[in-house]
C-alpha cells in the first residue's frame, strides 16, 4: 500500500468514479489509476469498488471503511508536510480567501489593508464563490479561510467563527413610490417587481422565508449572484433591490435611493471559517482576529485545533 493508491481511492470518490477525471487530477493515466485500484485489491483481499463491466458505480463496504481511513492518513500527511512550510516561511507566503463577491467587495477592503500593513511580504488571493463552492475549497485545502454568511457553521470539518451581522436594504431609483411610505410592509413590497440575490447566497434564504411565513409570493423578475449587477438593474429601472446593507453604499449624485428593510428580513451572520484541526500560518491566525476583534488568538487556535466540532460563540460585531 502506498500514498498514490490511498489518493486515487479518495479521488475517486471526490470524482464520482470517473478514472478519466481521476487520472487528470493525479496528473496520471487512466490505465495508471486502473493499475493501483487491482493491485491495492488484490494486496488487501476485497473489492474496493461496485463495476458494472469496466466502470465504477460505487464503493462496497471495506471500501468505504478504507476511504475514511485513507482521508485521515492524507490528511496527517498533509499536516507533516505544513509543519515544516508552518516553521521555515513565518513571515512570507500565499493567504487565499474564498468568499462571496459581497464580502470581497465590500467588507474586506479594509481588513485587507490593515494586513498588508502588518505582514507585508504575504500575497493574498481572493477566489469568488457561492457557500457551497466556497465550503468545498476550504475542505479540499484549495483556501486558507471562507467567508460566508451561510453554511460554513454548519460544516463538521470546519471551525466557524462569527464575523458581523447584516440586515437586508432595499435600493429604488429616486422617486420611486416606495420612498413615500413611513415603514414598508412585506405585502407593500410584494407588490413591486424585486431583483435580489440568487437562491442559496447573501441571505436569500431569509428573504424566501420572510414572504412565505406572510403567506406572500413576491414577484421577483432577476436573481443574480453579484450585489453590483443588482443595482444595476435596479437603475435601469426594473424593480426593486433587496441587498446586504452593506452593499448599499451609494456615491454623491447616486439615481438610487436606500431604504430601511431591517425589520422585514432577519438578521445574517458572516462567519470566517478555517478547515478543522490544520496547523495554519501565523499570518492565517491574526487574519481572523483582524477581522473580528472579539475573538483572541487563544480561541481562534483552540477551537480550530479541536478534532470535534464545537457550538460557536455568538460574540461579533454589528
Given at each position: 500500500m502506498n500514498f498514490q493508491q490511498l489518493k486515487i481511492i479518495r479521488e475517486a470518490a471526490r470524482c464520482e468514479f470517473n478514472l478519466t477525471e481521476v487520472a487528470n487530477t493525479l496528473f496520471t493515466s487512466q490505465s495508471g489509476v486502473s493499475r493501483h485500484i487491482r493491485?491495492?485489491?488484490?494486496e488487501l483481499g476485497v473489492e474496493i469498488f461496485i463495476r458494472r463491466g469496466k466502470r465504477l458505480l460505487g464503493m462496497t463496504e471495506p471500501g468505504k471503511a478504507l476511504l475514511t481511513i485513507a482521508e485521515r492518513i492524507l490528511n496527517e500527511a498533509s499536516q507533516v508536510r505544513r509543519l515544516a512550510d508552518v516553521f521555515t516561511n513565518e513571515t512570507s507566503g500565499v493567504l487565499t480567501i474564498a468568499t462571496t463577491h459581497?464580502?470581497?467587495?465590500?467588507?474586506?477592503?479594509?481588513?485587507?489593508?490593515?494586513?498588508?500593513?502588518?505582514?507585508?511580504?504575504?500575497?493574498?488571493?481572493?477566489?469568488?464563490?457561492?457557500?457551497?463552492?466556497?465550503?468545498?475549497?476550504?475542505?479540499?485545502g484549495d483556501a486558507d479561510i471562507g467567508i460566508a454568511s451561510e453554511q460554513l457553521v454548519n460544516q463538521p470539518a470546519l471551525a466557524a467563527f462569527p464575523w458581523f451581522s447584516w440586515h437586508h436594504a432595499l435600493l429604488v431609483p429616486k422617486g420611486h413610490p416606495l420612498e413615500q411610505e413611513p415603514q414598508i410592509s412585506l405585502a407593500t413590497l410584494s407588490r413591486y417587481p424585486l431583483i435580489t440575490y440568487r437562491p442559496g447566497i447573501t441571505g436569500r434564504p431569509r428573504v424566501d422565508r420572510a414572504f412565505q411565513a406572510a403567506g406572500l409570493k413576491p414577484d421577483i423578475v432577476l436573481s443574480a449572484q453579484d450585489s453590483d449587477v443588482v443595482k444595476t438593474y435596479v437603475e435601469l429601472g426594473l424593480g426593486v433591490g433587496i441587498l446586504a446593507d452593506q452593499a448599499c453604499q451609494l456615491e454623491a449624485g447616486s439615481a438610487l435611493t436606500r431604504l430601511d428593510a431591517s425589520h422585514l428580513f432577519d438578521a445574517s451572520t458572516?462567519?470566517?471559517?478555517?478547515?478543522?484541526?490544520?496547523?495554519?500560518?501565523?499570518?492565517?491566525?491574526?487574519?481572523?482576529?483582524?477581522c473580528n476583534a472579539n475573538l483572541s488568538l487563544e480561541e481562534i487556535k483552540r477551537q480550530a485545533l479541536s478534532a470535534e466540532q464545537e457550538e460557536p460563540a455568538i460574540d461579533f460585531q454589528i
Open positions: 493491485d491495492l485489491e488484490d459581497t464580502q470581497a467587495r465590500y467588507s474586506l477592503p479594509k481588513v485587507i489593508k490593515a494586513f498588508r500593513a502588518i505582514w507585508p511580504q504575504v500575497r493574498l488571493e481572493l477566489n469568488q464563490g457561492s457557500p457551497q463552492e466556497i465550503v468545498a475549497m476550504v475542505n479540499a458572516v462567519w470566517l471559517a478555517l478547515k478543522r484541526g490544520q496547523l495554519q500560518r501565523n499570518y492565517v491566525w491574526q487574519f481572523l482576529e483582524l
